[in-house]
């Protein structure tokens, strides 16, 4: 094979990208919404293209050349390069009015953004933002690959490509059926707490592994059995005495409007709190509207939100390789 002298198309690289990343035609296909035949095809037509083998192909998997490992970090730098290309761009061409694309967890997006998003639009008129939900770390992964402008999340992993202006810490309560011997009292101590069946979410939420360290740590016994898949299914479960469970601050205030129907409390001298930030690319363009936006936010929270949760004062900052 020769290389011919023309660059190559952004899908082909594309492509290229995402089989090294995952060193499988069938998984890399998924993930771009294609069809596996396809990507083969494309990846052929690029190593005729180049003029080289970019993959090993065996029976027992996928493995990157010599060749395309000394090509790998050049594609990502092109794919990087395009995605900023296309966000000046967008920029430039919607002019005032601009819709950023935010990602926020289920166990929080729902509980928050209807105390924020109001005030917001009225702060800034001209912006728009498109709201889709998902698990912190698919959050994460999204905003890296440009999915997302903006993510609101409790960040379980640092990255120096991402800036993060933490917002807010919010507290999970321990909450217990009406008829239950802890019910009445305003704290418990870990100990009461100690073989209690504990109910939470389902393990694809990163709700679930916040209660299972909280178990851990009190010795309470996690239901895995009994899974609920939302908050509000969640808090069914106890009310029918299935079990306690711990409710994030924003769910309480935001839905609890029957508070007779279970009993809310804190374990005494063990805050329990999750901390949420707004992040961002370091590369984005609209990284000085992000930093003002978040200013906003924090203070809209402090004002109609100051009894469910606090304020953390930190400045934005970049996040540390792990």
């Given at each position: 094979?020769?290389?011919?002298?023309k660059s190559p198309?952004?899908?082909?690289?594309r492509?290229?990208?995402?089989v090294?990343?995952?060193l499988?035609?069938?998984?890399?296909?998924?993930?771009l919404?294609?069809?596996?035949?396809?990507?083969?095809?494309?990846?052929?037509?690029?190593?005729?293209?180049?003029?080289?083998?970019?993959?090993?192909?065996?029976?027992?998997?996928?493995?990157?050349?010599?060749?395309?490992?000394?090509l790998l970090?050049?594609?990502?730098?092109?794919?990087?390069a395009?995605?900023?290309?296309?966000?000046?761009?967008?920029?430039l061409?919607?002019g005032e009015v601009?819709?950023?694309?935010?990602?926020?967890?289920?166990?929080?997006?729902?509980?928050?953004?209807?105390?924020?998003?109001?005030?917001?639009?009225?702060?800034?008129?001209?912006?728009?933002?498109?709201?889709?939900?998902g698990?912190?770390?698919a959050?994460?992964?999204g905003l890296?690959?440009g999915?997302?402008?903006?993510i609101?999340?409790?960040?379980?992993?640092e990255?120096?490509?991402?800036?993060?202006?933490p917002?807010?810490?919010?507290p999970?309560?321990?909450?217990?059926p009406?008829?239950?011997?802890?019910?009445?009292k305003?704290?418990?101590?870990?100990?009461?707490?100690?073989?209690?069946?504990?109910?939470?979410?389902?393990?694809?939420?990163h709700?679930?592994?916040?209660?299972?360290?909280?178990?851990?740590?009190i010795?309470?016994?996690?239901?895995?059995d009994?899974?609920?898949?939302?908050?509000?299914?969640?808090?069914q479960?106890?009310?029918m005495g299935?079990?306690?469970?711990f409710?994030?601050g924003?769910?309480?205030?935001?839905?609890?409007?029957?508070?007779?129907a279970l009993h809310?409390?804190e374990?005494?001298?063990?805050p329990?709190e999750?901390?949420?930030?707004?992040?961002?690319?370091?590369?984005?363009p609209g990284?000085?509207t992000?930093?003002e936006?978040?200013?906003?936010?924090?203070?809209?929270i402090?004002?109609r939100?100051?009894?469910?949760?606090?304020i953390v004062n930190?400045t934005?900052?970049?996040?540390?390789?792990?």
């Amino acid at each position: 094979m020769q290389f011919n002298g023309k660059s190559p198309s952004i899908n082909q690289i594309r492509y290229f990208v995402a089989v090294a990343k995952y060193l499988s035609f069938r998984q890399a296909a998924g993930i771009l919404g294609i069809s596996q035949p396809t990507l083969t095809s494309q990846i052929n037509a690029l190593e005729t293209h180049l003029g080289l083998t970019l993959f090993e192909r065996s029976r027992t998997g996928t493995l990157l050349s010599p060749q395309g490992k000394a090509l790998l970090d050049a594609a990502e730098e092109v794919l990087q390069a395009s995605q900023r290309f296309s966000e000046i761009a967008r920029d430039l061409s919607e002019g005032e009015v601009v819709t950023y694309r935010l990602g926020i967890p289920p166990t929080l997006g729902p509980y928050l953004l209807p105390f924020v998003l109001p005030d917001l639009h009225k702060r800034k008129p001209g912006l728009r933002f498109y709201v889709r939900e998902g698990a912190p770390s698919a959050l994460q992964h999204g905003l890296l690959r440009g999915e997302y402008d903006l993510i609101l999340s409790p960040l379980s992993g640092e990255n120096s490509q991402l800036i993060t202006q933490p917002l807010f810490k919010e507290p999970l309560k321990f909450v217990t059926p009406s008829d239950h011997k802890l019910t009445g009292k305003a704290f418990v101590r870990p100990e009461e707490i100690t073989g209690e069946k504990v109910l939470t979410l389902e393990d694809s939420h990163h709700f679930h592994h916040q209660v299972q360290r909280i178990c851990d740590e009190i010795g309470a016994d996690l239901q895995r059995d009994y899974e609920g898949t939302s908050l509000d299914t969640l808090r069914q479960m106890v009310v029918m005495g299935m079990g306690v469970a711990f409710l994030p601050g924003l769910y309480i205030h935001s839905e609890l409007h029957k508070p007779e129907a279970l009993h809310v409390c804190e374990i005494a001298d063990m805050p329990i709190e999750r901390q949420h930030s707004l992040a961002w690319r370091n590369t984005a363009p609209g990284r000085k509207t992000f930093r003002e936006i978040s200013i906003i936010i924090k203070e809209i929270i402090e004002t109609r939100l100051s009894n469910a949760v606090t304020i953390v004062n930190d400045t934005p900052k970049h996040a540390l390789n792990r």
